[in-house]
């Protein structure tokens, strides 16, 4: 006959409970005697520390009068503020400068006058000249970008630097659109690998900024046998501004905006040719702020 | 005890009345006392950590969330205080037992079954099983826990148990 051990370990030891309320009320009569110790003691040293009511009547009567000093130095600071213009301009009414005051207004107006004109004059010839340049670039946009760099250069300090860039942007933007610039057409270039193409190292490269400084770079290789591989790199503390064109190389490169997040158009072009004989098309592309450019390669089509 | 009958008794607490305490303690000294018991095999040492655990309720009466399930909140309170006095007042002492006694068990590894009481079963176990046993037991403590408690490894911890319940079925224990 089996017995459950469980059951019986608890009734044993259950049995043996002793009676332990007698100690419980003792014991919580001294914690309440001890709590009604410690709050008096807390009372205490508040109450040694009452100073005489001499003291005290003294440092109200300080008090008061620091009081009453203050009111009295703010009224005399609010009264001069307020009366002493008005007492000034009443004093100029009276001795009639109506005249005086005219006057000056008037010259003031043709200066400002006189100084718009120069400042608009400045801005047409500086138009002028821009569209001369523009008429006389035949290159390619990325040797154009080294004029920029140049000018920019020269020009650093000046009050309409950032004005002028973005004009030059617009108006390359607009040469482009026209025509003026010699470029390769983009529908030559595709995105996508070649069918049937081999290759080992990466033929399509895809990355975009995932947050301010963290690039996402997404990888197709397309393997020998057909199938295509795609590996995700994230790069943290990465820097587009520390990117240009001609800083990509074939098997390095990489597209930090992707072609439908371009906001502006294609700034300048550049082919480069991989050791395996791939051909690559990398664009310059600038973001809408006109300050950051990103390269973006594709694959030239065969 | 119902939960609304426990909230009851903290109010009752609450506002200065011992009578309330008194219900919690006729209903759950029992419980208390083995819970503590199965930590600290010293009856004496298990009746005062009982009163103190009383006595600390008292104390804690106006942060008691009636709302919860009171008897897991009880036997967790009186768990740590058996615990915290094993750790800090007794460990040593404890120890120092276990391994004076004679290792009892060996001997009726070949006896007859006999109509024998838990208490003489019990004492066929080495110290270190009984406590295993009691934590496993009166404590409703997990391996893990009594493995933490008695700062050995967990395989130990099981493997006294099992020899212990090995022991005990010879007396018919299940």
């Known amino acids: 006959m089996s017995k459950n051990l469980e059951e019986e370990y608890l009734r044993e030891i259950q049995n043996d409970v002793p009676d332990l309320w007698g100690r419980i009320n003792a014991g919580i009569d001294k914690l309440e005697e001890s709590k009604e110790k410690e709050e008096p003691s807390r009372v205490t040293p508040i109450n040694a520390e009452v100073k005489p009511e001499a003291d005290n009547a003294k440092k109200r009567g300080k008090k008061r009068g620091v009081i009453a000093l203050v009111s009295v130095l703010s009224a005399a600071a609010i009264l001069f503020i307020v009366f002493v213009p008005v007492a000034l301009l009443g004093i100029a009414v009276i001795f009639g400068n109506n005249a005086k005051f005219g006057n000056g207004s008037a010259e003031m107006s043709m200066a400002e006058t006189s100084d718009s004109a120069m400042y608009y004059e400045d801005a047409a010839s500086d138009g002028m000249m821009y569209e001369e340049e523009m008429e006389e670039a035949e290159e390619p946009y990325y040797e154009y970008?080294?004029?920029?760099?140049?000018?920019?250069?020269?020009?650093?300090?000046?009050?309409?630097?950032?004005?002028?860039?973005?004009?030059?942007?617009?108006?390359?933007?607009?040469?482009?659109?026209?025509?003026?610039?010699?470029?390769?057409?983009?529908e030559n270039y595709s995105a996508a690998i070649p069918e049937g193409q081999a290759k080992e190292e990466i033929s399509y490269v895809k990355g975009d900024l995932i947050a301010e400084d963290v690039l996402l770079r997404v990888d197709i290789v397309r393997s020998i046998d057909g199938m295509n591989v795609m590996e995700v790199t994230v790069l943290k503390d990465f820097k587009p501004e520390a990117f240009f064109a001609t800083d990509v190389h074939a098997g390095e490169c990489m597209i930090v905006k992707s072609d439908d997040q371009k906001?502006?158009?294609?700034?300048?072009?550049?082919?480069?040719?991989?050791?395996?004989?791939?051909?690559?098309?990398?664009?310059?592309?600038?973001?809408?702020?006109?300050?950051?450019?990103?390269?973006l390669v594709y694959l030239k089509s065969e | 005890m119902e939960q609304s009958r426990f909230a009851d008794c903290v109010k009752k607490m609450q506002s200065g009345d011992r009578e309330g305490l008194k219900i919690i303690y006729e209903e759950y000294v029992g419980y208390i006392y083995t819970v503590v018991y199965g930590i600290l095999p010293s009856k004496e040492d298990a009746e005062d950590v009982t009163s103190e655990f009383f006595i600390h309720l008292w104390d804690i009466k106006d942060r008691i969330k009636t709302e919860d399930?009171?008897?897991?909140?009880?036997?967790?309170?009186?768990?740590?205080m058996a615990l915290d006095f094993y750790r800090k007042n007794r460990a040593k002492e404890?120890?120092?037992?276990?391994?004076?006694?004679?290792?009892?068990?060996?001997?009726?590894?070949?006896?007859?079954?006999?109509?024998?009481?838990?208490?003489?079963?019990?004492?066929?176990?080495?110290?270190?099983?009984?406590?295993?046993?009691?934590?496993?037991?009166?404590?409703?403590?997990?391996?893990?826990?009594?493995?933490?408690?008695?700062?050995?490894?967990?395989?130990?911890?099981t493997w006294r148990y099992q020899n212990a319940i090995k022991k005990l079925r010879r007396y018919g224990y299940e």
């Not at chain 1, 140049?150 to 026209?178: H, P, T």
Request: hydrophobic share 40%.
């Open chain 1, 145 to 186: 970008g080294n004029n920029m760099e140049d000018m920019d250069m020269a020009g650093a300090g000046e009050v309409q630097e950032s004005l002028d860039s973005d004009n030059k942007i617009a108006a390359l933007i607009q040469g482009d659109q026209a025509g003026d610039i010699p470029r390769e057409s983009e």
């Open chain 1, 263 to 295: 906001l502006w158009d294609s700034f300048t072009n550049k082919i480069l040719t991989s050791d395996s004989g791939i051909v690559l098309k990398v664009d310059m592309y600038v973001d809408e702020s006109g300050l950051n450019e990103y390269p």
């Open chain 2, 69 to 80: 399930a009171h008897k897991a909140f009880l036997v967790t309170v009186a768990r740590n």
């Open chain 2, 94 to 157: 404890y120890l120092d037992e276990e391994m004076a006694e004679e290792p009892s068990g060996e001997n009726i590894e070949n006896d007859v079954i006999a109509d024998v009481s838990l208490k003489e079963a019990l004492l066929s176990l080495k110290e270190e099983e009984r406590q295993v046993v009691s934590m496993k037991i009166l404590s409703e403590m997990t391996f893990e826990e009594i493995s933490k408690t008695l700062n050995c490894p967990m395989g130990t911890v």
